[in-house]
């Protein structure tokens, strides 16, 4: 009988201060943690389901009352193994089970039910976001779907990150459980200890979102019922959803995993109380408050404004661990976070996978008036590279550079702003005097200037691809023109109030 134990079996890839790579189970990874730099799968996705994971077994191992609590912990530099084992011995006792072959309690899946399952046996590839169906590309794995046959422990990986961030994809299937796929915020620091710590909400910290009813999910035992709803939601019940039901099929022989019984799993009907404390959150047209995903063509660093801090009014909301990290972070600290998403079509369909580093001034994600400022500043910028794009794409309705052309420059043009924004503009936004009346001027006429520089090299860009003829040479001097003036215009109507 196969068996593969997550507490104790090596599946989590890690990266250790010195810099050597080894894979432990979620014990060793906690105990070392300390020691770890930090998560290190090929794979984005599954480095942000195993961070969840990680983060829902000390929640609720430690069960902190409060931010002080969490300080506390943050200096120690590293987790007691004494609670760690404590736990896990408590959920075994429970009727846990965290083997991964369980007969009757399989670690983060369903048990074996001829009446449900009996026909929903498929390929492996079900579970692995990092392939794709249809005409889209296969991400990250040049292995073709039906030649795939995965490890115990890259099985593992791969339906954890399915769990996180997998779309609808239709026939009924709900989506992660925060409906479509959004942004999913991980803060960054030295080690994965204090990584962890970050992630670790307190009681007091979470407002009216229940900690733990209904618990998290190896220790619920209420079976996963194909399309069964639940308006009911909690922090650790959210950070260890299923919204498929799954089981795996190991092939003893070769201990892989070939196949899988895989269907729909819960339907989470969001409430008004739920917010995912790794996602920030935009008002929508409607007056609803919906999490932040990703848009194909747009740059997941486009949204760092909705990581900073937003006034009562405001239309963001930051993730809820990055704006707490303020209360443990000096205040001269430069806030990190990775971003993680997938982008999808009509809800269901993987185009793509997106991963970035952000990094901002703790004031950032405490000061009201600079969150505000920022996200002004960010729309500015959106509207004139949109204008640069537009103009030299349809100028007075007439094709110029074409649409592959017009959207490489607005890539380039994106690329000038963010290396400008991160190193440069953000550094020297966050040494104003708030307290004086004449920080504001200097600053709009310095991002003034940085946007006036894209226009320039952006029409630089678009003349060299113009064509050779007196009338394509004459056709783009007259765009550029026309560019400069457009985007001049929108540069000196100035900020908006989108914060």
């Given at each position: 009988?196969?068996?593969?134990?997550?507490?104790?079996?090596?599946?989590?890839?890690?990266?250790?201060?010195?810099?050597?790579?080894?894979?432990?189970?979620?014990?060793?990874?906690?105990?070392?943690?300390?020691?770890?730099?930090?998560?290190?799968?090929?794979?984005?996705?599954?480095?942000?389901?195993?961070?969840?994971?990680?983060?829902?077994?000390?929640?609720?191992?430690?069960?902190?009352?409060?931010?002080?609590?969490?300080?506390?912990?943050?200096?120690?530099?590293?987790?007691?193994?004494?609670?760690?084992?404590?736990?896990?011995?408590?959920c075994i006792a429970e009727g846990t089970s965290f083997?991964?072959?369980?007969?009757?309690?399989?670690?983060?899946?369903?048990?074996?039910?001829?009446?449900?399952?009996?026909?929903?046996?498929?390929?492996?590839?079900?579970?692995?976001?990092?392939?794709?169906?249809?005409?889209?590309?296969?991400?990250?794995?040049?292995?073709?779907?039906?030649?795939?046959?995965?490890?115990?422990?890259?099985?593992?990986?791969?339906?954890?990150?399915?769990?996180?961030?997998?779309?609808?994809?239709?026939?009924?299937?709900?989506?992660?459980?925060?409906?479509?796929?959004?942004?999913?915020?991980?803060?960054?620091?030295?080690?994965?200890?204090?990584?962890?710590?970050?992630?670790?909400?307190?009681?007091?910290?979470?407002?009216?979102?229940?900690?733990?009813?209904?618990?998290?999910?190896?220790?619920?035992?209420?079976?996963?019922?194909?399309?069964?709803?639940?308006?009911?939601?909690?922090?650790?019940?959210?950070?260890?959803?299923?919204?498929?039901?799954?089981?795996?099929?190991?092939?003893?022989?070769?201990?892989?995993?070939?196949?899988?019984?895989?269907?729909?799993?819960?339907?989470?009907?969001?409430?008004?109380?739920?917010?995912?404390?790794?996602?920030?959150?935009?008002?929508?047209?409607?007056?609803?408050?919906?999490?932040?995903?990703?848009?194909?063509?747009?740059?997941?660093?486009?949204?760092?404004?909705?990581?900073?801090?937003?006034?009562?009014?405001?239309?963001?909301?930051?993730?809820?661990?990055?704006?707490?990290?303020?209360?443990?972070?000096?205040?001269?600290?430069?806030?990190?976070?990775?971003?993680?998403?997938?982008?999808?079509?009509n809800n269901a369909k993987l185009v793509s996978i997106q991963f970035?580093?952000?990094?901002?001034?703790?004031?950032?994600?405490?000061?009201?008036?600079?969150?505000?400022?920022?996200?002004?500043?960010?729309?500015?910028?959106?509207?004139?590279?949109?204008?640069?794009?537009?103009?030299?794409?349809?100028?007075?309705?007439?094709?110029?550079?074409?649409?592959?052309?017009?959207?490489?420059?607005?890539?380039?043009?994106?690329?000038?702003?963010?290396?400008?924004?991160?190193?440069?503009?953000?550094?020297?936004?966050?040494?104003?005097?708030?307290?004086?009346?004449?920080?504001?001027?200097?600053?709009?006429?310095?991002?003034?200037?940085?946007?006036?520089?894209?226009?320039?090299?952006?029409?630089?860009?678009?003349?060299?691809?113009?064509?050779?003829?007196?009338?394509?040479?004459?056709?783009?001097?007259?765009?550029?023109?026309?560019?400069?003036?457009?985007?001049?215009?929108?540069?000196?109507?100035?900020?908006?109030?989108?914060?």
């Amino acid at each position: 009988m196969a068996h593969f134990d997550v507490l104790n079996d090596p599946w989590i890839p890690v990266e250790l201060s010195e810099g050597t790579h080894k894979e432990f189970g979620i014990l060793a990874t906690l105990k070392q943690a300390g020691k770890i730099r930090r998560i290190n799968c090929s794979y984005p996705l599954e480095n942000t389901a195993i961070i969840r994971l990680l983060t829902a077994f000390l929640m609720d191992a430690y069960q902190l009352e409060n931010i002080n609590d969490r300080k506390e912990l943050y200096k120690q530099g590293h987790f007691d193994e004494g609670i760690l084992d404590g736990y896990s011995d408590k959920c075994i006792a429970e009727g846990t089970s965290f083997d991964l072959f369980d007969q009757s309690a399989p670690f983060m899946q369903s048990r074996y039910d001829s009446k449900l399952d009996s026909d929903k046996e498929t390929g492996v590839s079900a579970i692995v976001l990092k392939f794709t169906s249809g005409n889209n590309h296969t991400h990250f794995d040049h292995r073709t779907q039906a030649e795939l046959q995965l490890s115990y422990a890259e099985a593992l990986r791969s339906f954890l990150a399915e769990y996180t961030f997998c779309p609808a994809g239709g026939a009924g299937y709900s989506a992660s459980v925060n409906g479509m796929p959004c942004i999913l915020y991980v803060p960054e620091d030295e080690d994965l200890f204090k990584q962890l710590v970050l992630c670790m909400l307190a009681k007091s910290e979470i407002g009216n979102i229940p900690m733990n009813n209904p618990p998290v999910a190896w220790r619920n035992k209420n079976p996963i019922i194909p399309g069964s709803k639940t308006a009911e939601m909690s922090i650790l019940a959210a950070l260890t959803w299923q919204p498929r039901r799954m089981t795996l099929i190991p092939d003893e022989d070769t201990q892989t995993i070939k196949n899988v019984y895989f269907q729909r799993g819960g339907f989470f009907k969001e409430n008004e109380l739920w917010r995912d404390p790794f996602a920030s959150y935009k008002l929508t047209k409607e007056g609803n408050w919906k999490a932040t995903f990703a848009k194909e063509g747009r740059d997941l660093w486009q949204d760092v404004g909705t990581l900073t801090a937003s006034s009562p009014n405001g239309n963001s909301k930051p993730p809820l661990i990055l704006k707490q990290m303020g209360s443990i972070k000096p205040n001269d600290a430069i806030i990190r976070s990775n971003a993680t998403a997938i982008i999808v079509v009509n809800n269901a369909k993987l185009v793509s996978i997106q991963f970035d580093e952000l990094t901002i001034p703790k004031v950032f994600i405490e000061n009201q008036e600079l969150g505000n400022w920022l996200k002004s500043d960010i729309g500015l910028a959106e509207r004139v590279i949109e204008k640069i794009r537009s103009d030299y794409f349809k100028p007075d309705k007439k094709e110029i550079l074409g649409k592959e052309v017009s959207t490489e420059i607005e890539r380039g043009c994106y690329e000038e702003l963010r290396r400008i924004l991160f190193t440069e503009y953000l550094p020297k936004l966050a040494e104003v005097n708030l307290k004086s009346f004449d920080w504001q001027q200097p600053m709009i006429n310095k991002w003034d200037e940085i946007l006036r520089t894209i226009v320039k090299h952006a029409a630089v860009k678009a003349e060299s691809r113009a064509g050779a003829t007196t009338e394509d040479l004459i056709s783009i001097v007259c765009a550029s023109n026309k560019c400069r003036n457009d985007c001049e215009s929108i540069i000196k109507k100035g900020r908006d109030s989108n914060g």
